[in-house]
C-alpha cells in the first residue's frame, strides 16, 4: 500500500458554546486555526478544509485560513477539501495556493471539485445549467497552470491566455493536486485523464461499495498513459472514551446538520436507527479510539487507497469536544492504525 497519510477535514462547521447558542463566524474562523495547530502538534499527516458559501459553514476561502495554520505549524499538509472550482478562477486559485506554498515552505496541497453545494453559482454570477461545463473548462485550464510555465489556452467560461505566465511561482515547483469525487464514474475518468490523484468523498453506505471506483481510476489511468497516483478516502466521524460516549456526543449534532440537509434536498427524515445503521455497518468512523482505528484500517485495506481524511467537526458539536476528538485521533487512532496496517503486512509476508 506504500506510505499512508492520515489527515482531519472540516468545513468550518458553525458550533455551540456552552449555552448551546452559535458561535460568531470570526470565533468559529479562530477556532479551526486552534484545531489546526493542534493537529499538527499531535502529529497528524495532512488539515483539510472545505469551501462553502452558507450560514452553517464559516470556511469560505480554506486558503486563507490555512495560512494561518501555516504560520502557525512545522510539518502538517495545508490542504482544500473541496475548492470549488467550477465557479473560481483558475488563475486567481493558482495564485493563492502558490502564496500558501511560499507560507508554509510547501506544504500546500489542493483537492478540487465540483461542490455538493450550489450556493456559490450565482453569489458569483454562474449558471447552474453551466456546472458541468464550468468545471471541464476550468480544470483543463488548471491542469495547464500547473505546469508552471507559459499557458496558452481558450475557452467559452473565460478569456483566453496567450503564452501567459501566472505568478507568483510556487516554492516546491509542482502543488499536489487532487480531484474530489463523490461516486460518479465519470468523475473518477476524468480526474485519470488528467492524472490527477483521486479523493473519493464516502459520506454513505459502506466503503466497500467504492472499490469498483478504485479500480476504475487505476484501468482508466493506465490507459491515459499516467503513472500509478494515490487515492483517498474523506469519511466523517467522532472519537471519544468509549463507544456509546462518541455516538452519543455526536448524535444530536449529526441528526442537526443532516436533518437540515435533508430537508434543502428531499430527503427522508434522519432517524437514529439510520444513524447508527452508518456507524455499525456504514460510512461513519464513530466510536472509541480501537473501534475507530480498526474501521479505518479496514478501509484502507479494502480499497487499497493510501490516504484517509477523517472530517471531525459535525454541526454544532462543540470546539473543546472537537480539540478533545483530535488529540486523540493524532496521539492514539493513527499509531494504532499503522500498528494494524503493520502486524497485516507481516502477517501476510509470513
Known amino acids: 500500500m506504500g506510505n499512508i497519510q492520515l489527515g482531519l477535514d472540516t468545513f468550518g462547521d458553525v458550533t455551540h458554546g456552552q449555552h448551546g447558542v452559535p458561535l460568531p463566524y470570526s470565533q468559529v474562523i479562530r477556532n479551526v486555526v486552534a484545531e489546526g495547530v493542534l493537529a499538527d502538534e499531535v502529529g497528524v499527516d495532512a488539515l483539510t478544509l472545505g469551501e462553502h458559501h452558507r450560514d452553517d459553514f464559516a470556511v469560505s476561502t480554506p486558503e486563507t485560513v490555512l495560512a494561518a495554520i501555516a504560520a502557525k505549524s512545522s510539518r502538517i499538509i495545508l490542504s482544500s477539501g473541496v475548492t470549488v472550482l467550477s465557479s473560481d478562477d483558475p488563475v486567481r486559485v493558482?495564485?493563492?495556493?502558490?502564496?500558501?506554498?511560499?507560507?508554509?515552505?510547501?506544504?500546500?496541497?489542493?483537492?478540487m471539485g465540483r461542490g455538493s453545494f450550489t450556493e456559490s453559482f450565482p453569489l458569483f454570477g454562474h449558471r447552474l445549467e453551466d456546472y458541468q461545463l464550468l468545471f471541464e473548462e476550468k480544470l483543463n485550464l488548471f491542469s495547464e497552470i500547473l505546469k508552471e510555465g507559459p499557458v496558452t489556452w481558450s475557452g467559452s467560461h473565460r478569456a483566453s491566455l496567450e503564452n501567459q505566465e501566472i505568478y507568483p511561482k510556487s516554492h516546491s515547483?509542482?502543488?499536489?493536486?487532487?480531484?474530489?469525487?463523490?461516486?460518479?464514474?465519470?468523475s473518477v475518468v476524468r480526474a485519470a485523464h488528467y492524472g490527477f490523484p483521486l479523493m473519493l468523498a464516502i459520506i454513505g453506505g459502506a466503503s466497500e461499495r467504492f472499490?469498483?471506483?478504485?479500480?476504475?481510476?487505476?484501468?482508466?489511468?493506465?490507459?491515459?498513459?499516467?503513472?500509478?497516483?494515490?487515492?483517498?478516502?474523506h469519511s466523517p466521524g467522532h472519537i471519544a472514551a468509549?463507544?456509546?460516549?462518541?455516538?452519543?456526543?455526536?448524535?444530536?449534532?449529526?441528526?442537526?446538520?443532516?436533518?437540515?440537509?435533508?430537508?434543502?434536498?428531499?430527503?427522508a427524515p434522519m432517524t437514529k436507527e439510520s444513524y447508527l445503521n452508518e456507524v455499525h455497518h456504514g460510512a461513519?468512523?464513530?466510536?472509541?479510539?480501537?473501534?475507530?482505528?480498526?474501521?479505518?484500517?479496514k478501509t484502507l485495506t479494502a480499497l487499497g487507497v493510501q490516504r484517509f481524511?477523517?472530517?471531525?467537526?459535525?454541526?454544532?458539536?462543540?470546539?473543546?469536544v472537537l480539540m478533545n476528538?483530535?488529540?486523540?485521533?493524532?496521539?492514539?487512532?493513527i499509531p494504532m492504525v499503522k500498528d494494524i496496517l503493520s502486524r497485516q503486512k507481516v502477517a501476510v509476508g509470513a
Open 211 to 233: 472499490a469498483p471506483y478504485v479500480d476504475l481510476y487505476h484501468r482508466a489511468l493506465e490507459q491515459a498513459g499516467h503513472s500509478r497516483q494515490p487515492v483517498g478516502v
Open 325 to 333: 476528538s483530535i488529540e486523540l485521533y493524532g496521539t492514539q487512532v
Open 242 to 267: 468509549t463507544d456509546e460516549e462518541a455516538i452519543e456526543q455526536m448524535w444530536p449534532a449529526y441528526q442537526a446538520m443532516f436533518g437540515r440537509i435533508g430537508r434543502e434536498r428531499g430527503w
Open 94 to 111: 493558482f495564485q493563492r495556493f502558490a502564496t500558501l506554498d511560499a507560507l508554509s515552505e510547501g506544504r500546500a496541497e489542493i483537492i
Open 284 to 297: 461513519l468512523y464513530v466510536g472509541s479510539v480501537e473501534t475507530v482505528a480498526t474501521k479505518i484500517a
Open 309 to 320: 481524511d477523517f472530517k471531525y467537526s459535525t454541526g454544532p458539536l462543540s470546539h473543546e
Open 173 to 186: 515547483g509542482a502543488i499536489r493536486t487532487w480531484v474530489g469525487v463523490g461516486g460518479s464514474p465519470e
